[in-house]
């Protein structure tokens, strides 16, 4: 993207190093998708925010994939007891209806006018009434409860995999249920071997396979 500089994850030297004078935000996944189902620990997203208030710049986080419950709480930077200036969020948002939001705080979002962040189908009554159905359901604490109960026995058991099939998984990592096992075999071979038992999983940076359960 323009004018966005990428840094190697979790280098806080090269972090400090790209803050200059004409720097606007630091923008990260809490917990990365694509990237490998890797969690961004606590202290450094607290860290990220501190850094960000010192240099009076914005800290934007995406939670499309991360948010909207998926973590165990309704949204991801909540476990670190942070709030971000900007986050995106998207697809639970609609519970399969396409529909994103960018979200800001009042005093970010006063650089923004009218117009500024349109789209032809921006605020449609049908999706923004679909959203609002959405999250009240995502909104509950019996689904995050639910959420954590779950994806705690997935990690026992996928530890206990870890355990068995040394060789084959080598990490078991994410948080709640975005949950990656980063592998010693290609993961495109795993992830066809998983089809063949109709079981869909996606992959991920670092040879990972990603398992989202909704
Ligand atoms: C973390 C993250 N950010 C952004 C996007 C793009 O979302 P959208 O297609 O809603 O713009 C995706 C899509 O997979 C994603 O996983």
Same mark, same amino acid.
């Given at each position: *993207? @323009?004018?966005?500089?990428?840094? @190697?994850?979790?280098?806080?030297?090269?972090?400090?190093?790209?803050? +200059?004078?004409?720097?606007?935000?630091?923008?990260?996944?809490?917990?990365?998708?694509? %990237? +490998?189902?890797?969690?961004?620990?606590?202290? &450094?997203? $607290?860290?990220?925010?501190?850094?960000?208030?010192?240099?009076?710049?914005?800290?934007?986080?995406?939670?499309?994939? &991360? %948010?909207?419950?998926?973590?165990?709480?309704?949204?991801?930077?909540?476990?670190? +007891?942070?709030?971000?200036?900007? !986050?995106?969020?998207?697809?639970?948002?609609?519970?399969?209806?396409?529909?994103?939001? &960018?979200?800001?705080?009042?005093?970010?979002? #006063? +650089? *923004? #006018?009218?117009? #500024?962040?349109?789209?032809?189908?921006?605020?449609?009554?049908?999706? *923004?009434?679909?959203?609002?159905?959405? *999250?009240?359901?995502?909104? #509950? @604490?019996?689904?995050?409860?639910?959420?954590?109960?779950?994806? =705690?026995?997935?990690?026992?058991?996928?530890? =206990?995999?870890?355990?068995?099939?040394?060789?084959?998984?080598?990490?078991? $990592?994410?948080?709640? !249920?975005?949950?990656?096992?980063?592998?010693?075999?290609?993961?495109?071979?795993? !992830?066809?071997?998983?089809?063949?038992?109709?079981?869909?999983?996606?992959? %991920?940076?670092?040879?990972?396979?990603?398992?989202? @359960?909704?």
């Amino acid at each position: *993207m @323009p004018g966005f500089v990428q840094l @190697p994850y979790g280098d806080h030297d090269a972090l400090k190093a790209a803050i +200059g004078p004409t720097t606007a935000a630091i923008i990260i996944e809490p917990v990365q998708g694509e %990237g +490998g189902a890797r969690a961004l620990p606590d202290g &450094c997203l $607290r860290g990220l925010r501190q850094l960000c208030d010192e240099t009076g710049i914005l800290l934007i986080l995406d939670e499309i994939q &991360c %948010g909207l419950g998926r973590t165990g709480k309704l949204f991801a930077y909540e476990w670190a +007891g942070i709030v971000p200036d900007i !986050m995106t969020v998207a697809k639970a948002l609609g519970g399969g209806f396409p529909v994103g939001a &960018c979200l800001a705080t009042a005093e970010a979002a #006063s +650089g *923004m #006018s009218v117009g #500024s962040h349109g789209s032809t189908y921006g605020g449609n009554p049908l999706a *923004m009434a679909v959203g609002l159905a959405a *999250m009240e359901e995502l909104n #509950s @604490p019996e689904l995050l409860a639910h959420v954590n109960q779950v994806s =705690g026995y997935f990690r026992q058991q996928f530890a =206990g995999l870890q355990e068995r099939f040394p060789d084959v998984v080598l990490d078991v $990592r994410g948080r709640g !249920m975005l949950i990656g096992l980063k592998l010693g075999t290609p993961n495109r071979d795993f !992830m066809q071997l998983a089809r063949d038992q109709h079981l869909l999983i996606a992959g %991920g940076g670092d040879n990972c396979v990603r398992l989202l @359960p909704p």
